[in-house]
């Protein structure tokens, strides 16, 4: 059995969230936010305007 690429890590809201996810291969982070039918989904920056990226070794196996 194949583990999902994406762990989620964290979730805020119910009807309006907000949602990290990292994605296993790279550990570039993601920040998805969906509000009713409309949401989007980009790579979380850091304040020097680049990806966060979590190192591999931090991310569950």
Do not use: C, H
């Not at 994605?23 to 409309?38: H, L, P, Q």
């Amino acid at each position: 059995m194949t583990k999902d690429r994406f762990i989620k890590t964290y979730s805020q809201g119910k009807i309006e969230t907000t949602r990290i996810f990292i994605d296993r291969e790279t550990g570039v982070n993601y920040i998805f936010f969906n509000a009713g039918y409309s949401g989007g989904l980009t790579p979380l920056l850091g304040i020097d305007g680049k990806p966060v990226i979590t190192p591999l070794s931090e991310i569950e196996k």
